[in-house]
């Protein structure tokens, strides 16, 4: 969008896009026909982002549920090539989501490709994880008696994702990213005030090798969306990173309610003050652990 | 009589051996080298005995050629030495053949490294090392890596068929499994680079600095791949010696680095004999050493490293028992004991050479599995239908016949089934020997072809004694519905690998390697990660 005074400096009309939410693999509007308007840093209008419904995220709930098996059963290698394939994509967009970062967030030009850089770079690291999780979080247990025991990570489910207030795009794809290697599907709840960049990562997602349904992304009021997500009872975790914190008590308290598990921001971590770009503190395989389930297994040794 | 099962004439049906364009392939030549290659002394009946077919007679039907096409290999005539991001002629100028084993035609010429080469492979491996590699942050180190992988992927099918000619597997074995798993080795270890600090908590893993690798012939790409990927994500560089029938995927490899931007001298390719890998190992500047080979050159390895601070790991031969009891699943027994004797032609440390099957079950098992041997198809590598290929080279050839001509001299019974051979080349049949005892030669030794020899047992302690009386311990079978017994098994096998219920199964992600004279160290996981790391304190 910041291109639009260099477009029309050349004396054509550009053409905008319209920014959708992206639910099983589609852009749809919402179906609420509500939308709000999203503003640059400096106050400037940007675009009109989609207001969705509650109605809207439970169809992204279903979507989730209904690609979540396929997900799980994908090899981790190939899971890992898949999130990988997402960043070789996003290198190829480059200056588009440095163009919109730079909107959104109102950093300078070269900190916008900074950004953008690491959150490739961020796919690629925890596309390394698909392969190596389980060799990290599982394995065989020494029982004193004469049985095979050993223990594997498996997927928790659908995660709801309430992604990063501020930081656009490396916050959102922080929080996606462990989600999906270890095998779960994501419904996430976009920046509110800085939707842009993730709705355009949808549509890399939409093009990469991420099937349908696996990322449901939204954009809307962060307040009528979280409830409903914290509480619905086909969510099976909330990565709860981006819930405001007068809400954290309610949303904790509704996802109670299914015993969701619930990955909360660390003590003493506000978003606001969180650098994204420090990769010893951003890059974190328990975020990938925050959304797996331990499976333990005993069998008989003997003849 | 048995002798004709030598001299079968080409059938129009046979695929030309190597040469798509070869004319009429029923024209001409009777397969005149029979003689000369020594296969003469055939004992055992041919043919199925179940379907009433009479000695020396081809299965009943046959598929029609499905040949790969070579011209995606853009084969030239000679390649050089790969040292510090470049091609150049050896020092004294020498150069060796190799050949396609399925024509006996030459392919290329090939730079012969010399000793003043591996010298300066190593200190060119040694400069790009200590100036950046090594120092290079893991995040970069993984995205060569990764880079490498997808390289590999994409260059598949030439990979694949190059890797047939070069070598004689079939291309449906280089197509599905060398160069895909070679590919996912690449891809594994890449995530490892930037990830050290997990697969060794509390320990700071440093890299061991320059590392001295020869392979194998049998798997050329894939072995390259085990070796490389590991040591590159872990901070070292890399010389390299293909085996000297084998040296053209390395060096189609090669390109892969430039390709890949790889900063020169990461990675050092020096063919040669023998001779030549031995004055790699054995090169002061060398930091560490990893070789895939005979057991025999093993200990030559292993000598002359002794003394050295070297890091050692050695991957040899095998011996490995396929040990099937009477609830198995017949079937699927079948086919894993087939994958696991004739699947690249037997050119494998960990095939299951020696069949272990409870007697109850000996004589239906056997009579199946005569009949599915008969189904096998020897010939062409790059034929699509193909299941068994050429042997990799004369040499080869000639150490399975001596051993398979030991086998009948001391008194087990041979089976071959009745399949055509291509006139030339270096090919033979799928073998089977029953009445086998553990004192014969062919249940003792590394024969590393297609020959397989089958005993007996009838309590699991008596499998066990006999799967482990064996001076190797590189992998294992077990088959059987039974949980605890194959827990059992496992348990009490001297084997680095055991497979359960199947066999010949590789992954990047799964360390493979031996017990005993197999060697030591594993390579897969982080367990091969390990072999390519100093841990220090944090």
């Known amino acids: ?303 | 009589m048995a002798d004709d099962t030598l001299t079968h004439p080409r059938t129009s049906e046979e695929p030309a051996s190597g040469d798509a364009s070869a004319g009429d392939p029923s024209a001409g030549d009777a397969p005149a080298g029979a003689g000369e290659r020594g296969l003469r002394t055939w004992t055992g009946p041919v043919g199925p005995a179940s379907w009433g077919l009479g000695d020396g007679q081809a299965i009943p039907w046959d598929y029609a050629p499905a040949p790969e096409a070579r011209d995606i290999v853009r084969l030239r005539p000679r390649y050089g030495l790969f040292i510090d991001g470049r091609e150049r002629q050896s020092s004294d100028g020498a150069v060796f053949t190799s050949v396609d084993p399925s024509t006996e035609e030459p392919l290329a010429e090939i730079a012969r490294a010399t000793s003043a080469d591996i010298d300066r492979a190593v200190r060119a491996a040694r400069r790009a090392q200590s100036k950046g590699w090594g120092s290079l942050p893991g995040k970069e180190r993984a995205k060569y890596l990764f880079r490498i992988a997808r390289i590999l992927q994409e260059r598949s099918r030439e990979f694949a068929v190059l890797e047939s000619m070069d070598s004689g597997k079939p291309i449906k074995e280089s197509r599905d499994v060398d160069v895909p798993l070679a590919a996912a080795h690449f891809w594994y270890y890449a995530g490892w680079a930037d990830k050290l600090e997990y697969a060794f908590p509390g320990r700071v893993a440093r890299p061991l600095g320059v590392a001295a690798q020869v392979i194998p012939w049998n798997f050329p790409l894939l072995m390259l791949s085990w070796k490389i990927a590991p040591a590159l994500a872990a901070g070292n560089t890399v010389v390299l010696k293909p085996a000297s029938t084998t040296p053209l995927s390395a060096l189609l490899f090669a390109e892969v680095c430039v390709e890949a931007g790889l900063p020169p001298g990461v990675v050092n390719i020096v063919p040669g004999p023998g001779e030549i890998g031995m004055a790699l190992v054995s090169h002061p500047g060398v930091d560490k050493v990893a070789f895939t080979g005979s057991t025999e050159v093993g200990r030559l390895i292993a000598r002359a490293v002794a003394g050295t601070d070297k890091a050692l790991t050695l991957e040899l031969g095998g011996k490995a028992a396929n040990i099937v009891f009477d609830d198995a699943p017949l079937d699927q027994a079948i086919e894993g004991i087939v994958n696991g004797i004739y699947f690249n032609q037997g050119e494998v440390c960990c095939a299951g050479s020696r069949l272990l099957v409870q007697e109850s079950i000996a004589e239906p098992l056997i009579e199946k599995l005569k009949d599915r041997l008969a189904t096998i198809r020897v010939g062409d590598p790059l034929d699509k239908n193909t299941d068994v290929g050429a042997i990799n080279s004369k040499a080869q050839l000639e150490r399975i016949t001596a051993l398979v001509e030991a086998g009948v001299e001391e008194g087990a019974t041979l089976y071959q089934p009745a399949c055509q051979l291509p006139p030339r080349g270096y090919f033979f049949r799928p073998t089977l020997f029953t009445n086998v005892a553990m004192s014969h030669r062919i249940a003792r030794e590394e024969i590393f072809g297609p020959v397989l020899s089958v005993l007996t047992f009838r309590t699991p302690e008596e499998a066990i004694e006999k799967a482990n009386n064996t001076p190797y311990g590189l992998s294992a079978g077990v088959w059987t519905e039974k949980g605890s017994r194959i827990l059992l098994m496992t348990r009490r096998l001297k084997a680095g690998v055991v497979w359960a219920n199947t066999f010949n199964r590789f992954d990047p992600t799964s360390p493979f390697g031996g017990y005993k004279e197999s060697g030591f160290g594993r390579e897969g996981g982080v367990h091969g990660l390990h072999a390519y790391v100093r841990l220090e304190d944090r």
């Open chain 1, 1 to 303: 969008m910041s291109d639009v005074a260099d477009s029309s400096v050349a004396g054509r009309i550009d053409v905008r896009k319209t920014y959708k939410l992206y639910i099983g693999g589609a852009f749809p509007r919402s179906e609420s026909g509500r939308s709000y308007l999203v503003s640059g840093s400096r106050g400037e209008p940007l675009a009109n982002a989609c207001r969705a419904s509650r109605k809207d995220l439970r169809e992204a709930v279903r979507a989730a549920r209904g690609a979540s098996d396929g997900w799980a059963a994908r090899t981790a290698m190939n899971r890992g090539q898949v999130l990988y394939r997402v960043a070789e994509l996003m290198e190829g967009r480059r200056d588009q989501f440095a163009a919109e970062v730079a909107a959104a967030e109102g950093v300078r030009a070269g900190v916008a490709q900074e950004l953008v850089g690491r959150a490739i770079d961020r796919w690629v690291w925890y596309a390394g994880w698909a392969d190596k999780i389980s060799q990290v979080l599982g394995g065989v247990n020494p029982v004193a008696a004469p049985y095979f025991d050993f223990t594997i990570p498996e997927p928790t489910g659908v995660v709801g994702v309430v992604a990063p207030e501020r930081s656009s795009l490396l916050g959102l794809v922080s929080r996606l990213a462990p989600v999906l290697v270890g095998g779960s599907v994501a419904v996430v709840l976009a920046s509110e005030t800085r939707p842009l960049p993730a709705v355009t990562l949808s549509e890399v997602l939409a093009t990469s090798d991420v099937p349908g349904g696996v990322v449901n992304l939204l954009t809307g009021w962060t307040k009528e969306l979280v409830p409903v997500l914290a509480a619905h009872e086909d969510v099976d975790a909330l990565d709860a990173w981006g819930v405001p914190e007068d809400l954290r008590v309610s949303v904790e308290q509704a996802a109670a309610e299914n015993i969701k598990r619930v990955a909360r921001r660390p003590a003493g971590i506000t978003d606001a003050r969180f650098d994204w770009t420090d990769d010893r503190r951003a890059e974190r395989p328990e975020w990938i652990a925050a959304f797996l389930e331990m499976k333990t297994v005993w069998h008989p040794v003997g003849s």
